[in-house]
């Protein structure tokens, strides 16, 4: 048995349980000791229960696995709460379905001031592309918007385009698109933030979205009671991941005021997932403003609530062109995209931000933005000299093949979402696959290639583009498919996804020293899950469900 703390009895045990530890020293076990939030044993039944006192708490994993509470490496937990209680249209195929959903969601928000749906499939009418006529025809009277899977375009009815003000489009920076139509006036589809962002703010939640929107601080600051609810959004979308059993949360979209919303959730109740949020870097900034994400770093550095890091989008997504590639998309050969920094504007926000210590990690798509934030890493490993800086690049969805080696070379994390591939889970297989083209299949979504080449590859969902829950990414990553017979196979086996959500997200943050493996002296952050991972067909995975999760060695769920 692996024993610290020998001599006292613990808080908590968990027995019966067919232990996965992602400690190679102690791999497998069969029950858990905890005691002060802490690890303290892992080892036989025997032994453990040889810990357990008066006041012991235990819990029966019955045979189900024991596994590391899952890291979250990627979402967006401010929005992705607040769209908990939006439309949910993924899996609604067809003009007839979407319009049952959209007016019988309608029928039960009648004092919604906007109606806002979510996950879309870009191909929900078929070939046809959405237009604002279609949702008029829909809904004509009342404000609507629905957001695709990606959250990068989005299709408002006439009535929302006229009360934001873009009915007849508008000047926006580099990237961002009002789609307009024959007739002058806006077509209905809006592609990125710039874009789209008047519209949402009619929902009157502009506040979830300045992480994402500006990186920004509200503006006028909410009263007591926007505050209050504001907070308890963010105690939904915590109570979210918990049920997932998810522990730690590193989120990709952030700003202050979501740093001391959970302060507060924190000093009253304790928070049931730690969590890091980063300072959103915009293009509109300067280099001088990264003084906020240093004093961020600086004030919010514990265990349970910390930043350290900066978030930055280099580029869109594929799905609607805005995505930047090397070679023109296979689909429109007159096209790679448009970045949202120029190389060298990157170059500069790479060295300054990493002289200062922090980690960076840039939502990059295409393997053109792929090269040129790597390019940046790498001068800023030439302007400020090599230290284990652990910067990142978000989502990787194509990648030449002289780029794959430079992670491993630059100590680059390979952040990657296994539900993202389309046919991999919620996403169809076009546009995306076409906009690829056959050429880069073989280097699109390269898990397995990356892997193979030095990377550290870190799994997550990027909910709530994707559906948070870590064992469907698991089960994604396990049963990934080829495009086509001569593609490789960039599958994971389950013990190497398993690590993607645990032992390679605490990698991510610096935390490897204490959590993503269950060892004695490591943070208490478990889960125990309704049946034994390893002897579950990977077509069934998606059975598995969290039965308890354990974050700080308290219960923060239970079926």
């Known amino acids: 048995m692996s024993v610290t703390g020998a001599g006292r009895s613990a808080d908590l045990i968990v027995i019966n349980g067919r232990v996965l530890t992602m400690d190679d020293g102690n791999p497998a076990a069969e029950a858990i000791a905890i005691k002060d939030s802490t690890i303290i044993a892992v080892g036989s039944r025997a032994a453990i229960e040889a810990l357990k006192g008066p006041g012991t708490k235990v819990i029966d994993a019955e045979g189900g696995s024991v596994v590391p509470g899952f890291i979250e490496a990627h979402m967006h937990l401010f929005s992705g709460a607040a769209e908990l209680a939006h439309l949910q249209l993924a899996g609604v195929h067809g003009f007839e379905a979407l319009q049952k959903a959209i007016r019988d969601y309608a029928s039960t928000r009648l004092d919604a001031k906007m109606l806002v749906g ?30 695709a899977p990606d959250h990068h375009t989005m299709w408002a009815n006439t009535r929302a385009l006229e009360m934001a003000g873009i009915l007849n489009g508008r000047t926006l920076g580099p990237g961002n698109e009002i789609v307009m139509g024959d007739d002058g006036l806006a077509a209905g589809e809006l592609r990125e933030g710039e874009a789209f962002g008047p519209v949402l703010d009619l929902a009157g939640e502009s506040r979830v979205r300045l992480g994402l929107a500006t990186g920004g601080e509200p503006d006028p600051m909410p009263t007591a009671a926007e505050r209050a609810a504001d907070r308890d959004i963010m105690r939904r979308g915590l109570a979210w991941c918990a049920r997932h059993g998810i522990t730690s949360i590193q989120n990709m979209d952030g700003n202050l005021y979501q740093l001391e919303l959970l302060a507060e959730i924190e000093a009253e109740e304790g928070l049931p997932c730690r969590v890091q949020i980063p300072f959103h870097y915009k293009n509109f900034m300067t280099l001088d403003m990264l003084d906020k994400a240093s004093d961020m770093a600086g004030r919010y550095d514990s265990e349970w609530l910390s930043s350290g890091m900066v978030k930055v989008f280099y580029d869109g997504v594929l799905d609607s062109w805005t995505a930047v590639m090397v070679e023109p998309y296979a689909d429109r050969p007159d096209w790679v995209g448009e970045p949202l920094f120029t190389p060298q504007q990157f170059i500069d926000l790479a060295v300054a931000v990493d002289r200062r210590g922090l980690q960076i990690a840039v939502h990059s798509i295409g393997d053109g933005a792929v090269r040129a934030v790597l390019d940046g890493y790498e001068a800023a490993r030439k302007a400020n000299g090599k230290r284990d800086s652990r910067h990142r690049v978000e989502h990787i969805e194509v990648i030449t093949t002289t780029d794959v080696p430079r992670f491993a070379e630059l100590g680059v994390i390979a952040s990657m979402q296994p539900p993202h591939p389309p046919g991999a889970m ?45 064992i469907l990414g698991i089960q994604a990553a396990v049963l990934r498919k080829p495009w086509a017979d001569s593609d490789p196979d960039q599958s994971f086996s389950l013990h190497e996804a398993l690590a993607g959500y645990t032992v390679e997200g605490a990698y991510a943050e610096f935390a490897e020293h204490r959590k993503g493996s269950l060892k004695p002296g490591y943070m208490a952050d478990l889960v125990v899950l309704s049946a034994d991972l390893e002897a579950t067909a990977p077509e069934t995975l998606h059975k598995v469900r969290p039965v308890t999760t354990i974050c700080g060695g308290k219960v923060t769920y239970q079926a």
Do not use: C, N
Request: no cysteine; proline share 12%.
């Open 118 to 147: 979510q996950g879309v499939d870009y191909t929900v009418l078929g070939s046809e592309r959405v237009t604002r006529h279609h949702l008029d025809a829909i809904l004509p009277d009342r404000p609507f918007v629905m957001a």
């Open 426 to 470: 919620d996403f169809p297989l076009e546009p995306t696959i076409s906009r690829i083209g056959p050429a880069r299949w073989p280097l699109s979504y390269a898990w397995r290639t990356l892997k193979d080449a030095g990377a550290r590859v870190v799994f997550a969902s990027d909910w709530p583009v994707s559906p948070i829950d870590p």
